[in-house]
Nanobody
């Protein structure tokens, strides 16, 4: 059974950091583009970052560029999202998703409909 499981969310003060993990089971991440998305109440799901199947190439939304870093450990079959300098507007449920390898190179890497497998999400709340 193909499954993605996110963890690492929580409550953090503005300016703080969190590291989210996305662990895969039932398939290997070596053959997929992995994306991180977030969805705040009343808003559409937003593509935050993606990483290529090899782990060597990354994409970031302008809203998180310079603050978030995506990485991949193929040996652990896990993708991470290091989030620094967090702001209240980063508050959302964060999801990871797996899509086709070529998706990384597409202008639609941040579109949710392009991804085939999704985790259940982890809540991130940035508040003082």
């Amino acid at each position: 059974q193909l499954q993605l499981v996110e963890s690492g969310g929580g409550l953090v003060q503005p300016g703080g950091s969190l590291r989210l993990s996305c662990a895969a089971s039932g398939f290997t991440l070596d053959y997929y583009t992995i994306g991180w998305f977030r969805q705040a109440p009343g808003k559409e799901r937003e593509g935050v970052s993606s990483i290529s199947s090899s782990g060597g190439l990354t994409n970031y939304a302008d809203s998180v560029k310079g603050r978030f870093t995506i990485s991949k450990d193929n040996a652990k079959n896990t993708v991470y999202l290091q989030m620094n300098s967090l702001k209240p507007e980063d508050t959302a449920v964060y999801y990871c998703a797996a899509g086709a390898p070529a998706l990384y190179y597409s202008s639609t890497w941040s579109e949710a409909y392009e991804y085939d497998y999704w985790g259940q999400g982890t809540q991130v709340t940035v508040s003082s």
